[in-house]
């Protein structure tokens, strides 16, 4: 399979893997033939590219970090536990974050579980959501980012559980920002953005009355728009103020919040997003964390055509686990553009060959 952009979609091309709505069902399921009136569908959706079938990778394969089912089953806790904390906000009522913590906890326990058995790097490509949604979506995929790069930043059992809940939790403030103003597609008036702003001290208020929720979870949700430099909200505070979790989670949150496709922007690749992180080292981030991170994350996804820097084309076939920054590749076309019997060929093996762009189709698409 290879990853298609939706602008270069045609009639007939088969979808390789399902797209989900926003609840979490089946919209076109794997083997669908895409009609015109479904690709325009799809445009409407959000959807910025899918994988489809192709004769040349058909055994390339795309292994999900997290199961669909477990994803899905995520997604459904998040979307009611929040719906159900905006009801009670609405309504005037106490919020009893002791009853629904358990819930938040158990998908940690799971996406933990998956994560750990997950030898490759972590890729996590979105498929379709409404943006009325993009909170629930964003959450988990931060808890999934936040725990592998917690992992591999050396946390324990005990942490990684403390940080996940963390992550879950980071953004359950916006439950209380008006919809109008999350999904603004216009530049955003001062009084505007200070009113987003707010999401991170009413999360902090929300979940420090909890006596099941840990306090360090809390300031998650307090600190996680903090920034190394002190150039962040709410508080401004830098270095060594800011607690780890929430340091990790910002970088997180910034990774997810880029490759996402949102109502004002379109959705940017991996390797483009890694980049933005680099540029905030020692200013907004820790470099030792967006080092950690980019060891950990698929910066080239399964199925994405690239241009080699000896001008052949390849598809990214799978991860090399020890430098995701050089996958191996299936190479398809020659330095000249003409079409070969497709082989494989390890950038972890054959150093002087580099990625230097990816799908020009794709790249527009999503970089625009």
Not at 85 to 100: A, N, Q, R, Y
Not at 169 to 181: S, T
Not at 301 to 306: H, S
Not at 332 to 338: K, L, S, V
């Amino acid at each position: 399979m290879r990853i298609r952009s939706i602008s270069s979609l045609r009639e007939n091309d088969c979808i390789a893997k399902p797209i989900y709505n926003e609840h979490g069902q089946i919209l076109l399921n794997k083997g669908y033939t895409l009609t015109s009136s479904m690709i325009h569908r799809l445009k409407e959706k959000g959807v910025t590219y899918v994988y489809i079938e192709d004769n040349t990778t058909k055994d390339i394969y795309v292994d999900d970090v997290i199961t669909d089912r477990t994803r899905i089953e995520s997604l459904e806790v998040i979307k009611d536990n929040f719906l159900t904390i905006s009801k009670e906000m609405t309504l005037g009522k106490s919020i009893d974050m002791d009853k629904l913590s358990p819930s938040f906890s158990r998908i940690v326990t799971n996406i933990l579980t998956e994560i750990t058995s997950h030898k490759e790097a972590v890729s996590m490509l979105s498929n379709v959501f409404c943006y009325d949604s993009y909170v629930f979506h964003h959450s988990l995929n931060v808890t999934v980012y936040s725990l592998a790069l917690g992992k591999k930043y050396g946390l324990n059992a005990k942490q990684l559980e403390e940080l996940g809940l963390g992550a879950i939790l980071h953004d359950i403030g916006k439950i209380a920002i008006p919809l109008e103003v999350l999904n603004k597609t216009d530049s955003l008036s001062d009084e505007e953005f200070r009113l987003i702003q707010e999401h991170s001290t009413i999360g902090f208020d929300i979940l420090r009355k909890s006596h099941t929720i840990p306090l360090l979870t809390a300031h998650c949700a307090y600190q996680h728009h903090e920034r190394m430099d002190g150039s962040g909200y709410p508080r401004g505070i830098s270095g060594k103020d800011i607690h780890l979790y929430a340091k990790l989670i910002g970088v997180a949150d910034v990774f997810d919040a880029v490759t996402a496709n949102r109502v004002y922007r379109k959705a940017r690749l991996p390797h483009e997003a890694l980049e933005i992180l680099f540029a905030g080292v020692n200013t907004l981030f820790e470099k030792d964390m967006v080092e950690a991170f980019a060891k950990t994350i698929a910066i080239y996804p399964v199925g994405l055509e690239v241009k080699l820097s000896d001008g052949r084309t390849a598809v990214v076939a799978k991860q090399n686990p020890e430098l995701p920054s050089r996958p191996t590749v299936l190479v398809i076309n020659n330095d000249e553009g003409e079409a070969v019997e497709p082989y494989e060929l390890s950038l972890l093996e054959h150093l002087n060959v580099t990625i230097v762009s990816c799908e020009t189709t794709l790249s527009q698409e999503v970089a625009s």
